[in-house]
């Protein structure tokens, strides 16, 4: 099976831009996990889809949104982008009544 | 809510040593337990694994794991490490229903040689 993948694997924005990053999950699995990684901050949960609906959500702002498709692919989507938005951006999907992750190689975005 | 406590985010070791990092959660019910490791210029990938029964569990490239529920701690064992540990490894703990699985900080190990 082919892993997660996430698009684009680079980004570059400036400050007040607004970004939409993608994943792909593992076929077959409906529920996909995103998650910020910096340094120091470790891995940061930003919400979870399962079946085109958010069944949780991190203590992030609104200005971080995201969604799921019906084909079980997410996206996410940053509006109003700071400095402090630069981060590694992880995908992770997990198999039906699994809580192991799989995870993408990440989008890794710098905010100028 | 649950929580996940890293003691050690920087560890150094030669090769040979042996290895246990820390790991305690909060939270009172029935956990699932993880560790993950991401290598340098790789993905996150699943080390091992603890849902129930036996509390010493094993993963690959030879490390394992201790549930002692009494201490709400899963710590990371490796006999003998080597070189190609050089990895930044995390800990997570999961509630098994439609909680979000929570991430320690991270320990970077670098091994050595």
């Known amino acids: 099976k082919a892993g997660v993948t996430q698009t684009p694997r680079y980004l570059i924005k400036t400050r007040g831009q607004q970004v939409t990053l993608s994943c792909s999950p593992i076929?077959?699995?409906?529920?996909v996990s995103w998650y910020q990684q910096t340094p120091g901050q470790g891995l940061q949960f930003l919400f979870e889809?399962?079946?085109?609906?958010?069944?949780n959500k991190g203590n992030f702002p609104g200005r971080f949104s995201g969604r799921q498709f019906s084909n079980s692919r997410s996206e996410m989507n940053v509006s109003t982008l700071e400095l402090g938005d630069s981060a590694l951006y992880l995908c992770?999907?997990?198999?039906?009544?699994?809580?192991?992750?799989?995870f993408g190689p990440g989008t890794r975005l710098l905010v100028l | 809510a649950q929580s996940v406590s890293q003691h050690n985010h920087h560890v150094i070791l030669s090769e040979a040593a042996s290895l246990e990092l820390g790991c305690n959660y909060s939270?009172?019910?029935?956990?699932?337990l993880f560790w993950y490791v991401q290598y340098p210029g790789q993905h996150l990938q699943l080390l091992l694994k603890?849902?129930?029964?036996?509390?010493l569990v094993k993963g690959i490239k030879g490390f394992e794991a201790e549930f002692i529920k009494s201490k709400f701690s899963f710590n990371l064992r490796k006999p003998s490490v080597q070189w190609s540990d050089t990895a930044e490894y995390f800990c997570?703990?999961?509630?098994?229903?439609?909680?979000?699985?929570?991430f320690g900080i991270g320990t970077k190990l670098q091994v050595i040689p």
């Open positions: 992770a999907s997990s198999p039906p009544y699994q809580e192991t992750q799989y």
């Open positions: 076929s077959g699995h409906r529920s």
């Open positions: 889809y399962f079946s085109e609906t958010q069944r």
């Open positions: 939270y009172g019910g029935t956990v699932n």
């Open positions: 603890y849902f129930s029964g036996d509390p």
């Open positions: 997570a703990v999961g509630s098994g229903g439609y909680q979000k699985v929570t």
